[in-house]
């Protein structure tokens, strides 16, 4: 399997997750809010601590992003590239968030796949306070009352990165009704679709539904034979199962939209064991 050596110690710990209860609910964009106004305003008013959110079909304008982009010196394996800002209107066809919180304030992590006004399709990772909803439309949420994510210094990659937190470390906000589901951080190297494996083994589930969720990935692999052999790649799930396989062990399976350091979008269903994370990846699990 791919591997990168990172700047930074590794972590001993490699898969972070909480259990908590996630509540879906539906929630209106309103056009000239910011992605991370849109997106946060409602579930901070509700009380909740941090979510998953799903939104397409919608407009953007002004629009800025960024896409995976090599390193300038050895502080980092990979970076971002200068951010780009395309002219008119774009049109998203597909965007997963994650909520959370950076110092203090409510703050999104999102990552999606659009069309351009000049008719290209393109993904990356969006801007939150640099993009505005150009019209209504609306997202879909999984937020969590009793779990939280906020981004704090990695030492091992040299990032500052969403983590799920205990609860303590934050106001509480409010509490509700919700389905059992995990908030997850997977780290470097590891093969995703084992770790979401993993994940549900520690904590006896079998059966469950990927909701949103994001992150980073050295190049990819799909079961189709096509290949991404970028170093860094943006990723988004674009639909998740676990279901038990014929022992009856939880057995992932991740369809993928996949950015390359070029902006150009890759889809496919992930092969088991060939699919490292690069920097980070944000996971919710919701048991069925």
Known sequence: MRHLRQPGPVHAERIESYEGSCVALDIALEPGLSLNDALTRELVASGFSCGTLVFADVALGPFTYVVPHPAPDASHVAYFSPPRTPPGRTHVEIANA????????????????????????????????????????ATRAWAFPDVAIRVEPDPETNFSLFRPVALSELPRGGRGPGRRALVARVRPNEDLCTAVETVCVARGITTATIRG??????????????????????????????????????????????????????????????????ITFELVLESI
């Open 98 to 137: 994650t909520f959370g919180w950076r110092d203090g304030a409510p703050f999104v992590h999102c990552h999606g796949v659009w069309t351009e006004a000049d008719g290209r399709r393109r993904g990356g990772h969006m801007m939150p306070h640099e993009t505005t909803f150009a019209e209504h439309g």
């Open 213 to 278: 969720s994001l992150g980073s990935l050295i190049g990819a692999t799909f079961d189709d034979g096509k290949t991404v052999p970028d170093i860094a790649t943006e990723v988004l799930v674009l639909a998740g199962v676990v279901s038990p396989d014929a022992s009856g062990a939880p057995g992932a399976q991740i369809d993928m939209a996949v950015v390359d350091m070029r902006g150009e979008v890759h889809q496919g269903r992930l092969v088991r064991g060939e699919n490292p994370v690069c």
